[in-house]
């Protein structure tokens, strides 16, 4: 990439790229020469390089001339790489290769489809920079924070709108000193990133996972003074997760515990949400067999600590004193 990227460099600044870089290899000058010979800039095509690199040729091309051209816009890029757009995909129509031409066709348009997928799912919040693309994320299932988690039902909660979470909202320093500082939460707007519509559904979705799935023990767990139930919803997920490898055959050859985990994500009445989660280590892990319901289980087991605060809540809607005070793993939805 060096060498593609900085052609004009010689070979002492080429060395010392490589140990600012490396600095736990062993490179001798004899390596360091051949390494410069043979990736000189002309020694490989664009697609070669980009192979060579594990990156998309043009992105190896767009550094390079970006180099060169820091000021230029899209439309100047575009214009300057028309021949190497075509080079790069040459191979589209070599028809003597045409398996191999549909496989990665699809395997493009999969990636494709899985950045639009990503898109999507960092709106909702979703933690991480990147999908892995496999049929579990097809569907829905992915790696995740629970944090992230209990803010996507705050968001189902609150009709389809994201509002910041909060827990510090301001710090005084050396008060009454002439270093009296004092930091405030600047409010960031609130955001609409799910529409209503959706939302409505999915909060019944997950109200049917209380009254009759996997949830079903805490139903009715949740009640006002007057008996009337709170409105509980949730969604459960048990993790086993394993690294195994497979023959040839499809035999399993072997298998290794990584950790178990088990999530119960959930929302009480129309403005508390949360997740509870229980997740064990290797190599304690392949000891344990706990599933979803432990989690369940645990906020059932909650419910005469938690009703207070729910009932406070009734009281400040009926015009009461605010509540001051509120569990670490509950959020609390303010619009």
């Known amino acids: 990439m060096f060498r593609y990227v900085k052609p004009e460099a010689d070979c002492p600044e080429f060395a010392a790229f490589l140990r600012a870089h490396f600095p736990e290899a062993a490179l001798t000058e004899q390596t360091v020469d051949k390494l410069f010979r043979e990736y000189a800039a002309e020694a490989w095509s664009l697609v070669d390089r980009g192979y060579i690199a594990r990156i998309h040729p043009l ?8 180099r060169l051209h820091p000021a230029a816009g899209w439309q100047e890029i575009r214009q300057a790489s028309v021949e190497e757009r075509q080079v790069v995909y040459t191979w589209l129509f070599k028809t003597s290769r045409k398996n191999k ?3 990665k066709i699809r395997s493009m348009l999969e990636m ?9 799912w960092k ?7 990147s999908l892995v693309p496999s049929y579990a994320t097809a569907i829905g299932s992915s790696a995740d924070r629970p944090a992230a988690l209990a ?28 270093y009296e500082t004092v930091l405030q939460y600047q409010n960031r707007p609130s955001e609409q990133v799910l529409a209503p519509e959706v939302a409505r559904v999915t909060r019944e979705a997950l109200l049917g996972v209380v009254t009759d799935g996997t949830a079903r023990r805490v139903l009715n767990a949740f009640q006002q003074p007057d008996g009337t139930p709170v ?11 394993r690294y195994e490898t497979y023959g040839s055959a499809g035999q399993l050859l072997s298998s290794r515990v990584i950790n178990r985990t088990a999530v119960f994500v959930f929302f009480l009445g129309d403005r508390f949400f949360g997740v509870i989660t229980a997740y064990v280590a290797a190599p304690a892990a392949a000891d344990y067999g706990f599933t979803s319901a432990l989690p369940v289980q645990v906020l059932k087991s909650l419910a005469p600590a938690l009703m207070p605060l729910l009932a406070e809540e009734r009281d400040t809607e009926e015009g009461g004193l605010q509540p001051n005070i509120k569990p670490d793993f509950l959020g609390d939805r303010k619009e």
């Open 231 to 241: 409105a509980v919803g949730g969604k459960t997920g048990t993790g086993d997760n």
């Open 101 to 103: 031409q549909n496989s």
């Open 151 to 178: 803010e996507l039902v705050g968001i189902v909660l609150n009709d389809g709108v994201w509002t910041p979470a909060i827990r510090v909202e301001e710090l005084h320093f050396a008060q009454g000193t002439p």
């Open 112 to 120: 494709e489809a899985f950045q639009e997928l990503h898109a999507d």
């Open 59 to 66: 992105e190896l091309w767009t550094i390079a001339f970006l």
């Open 123 to 129: 709106r909702l919040r979703y933690p991480f920079d």
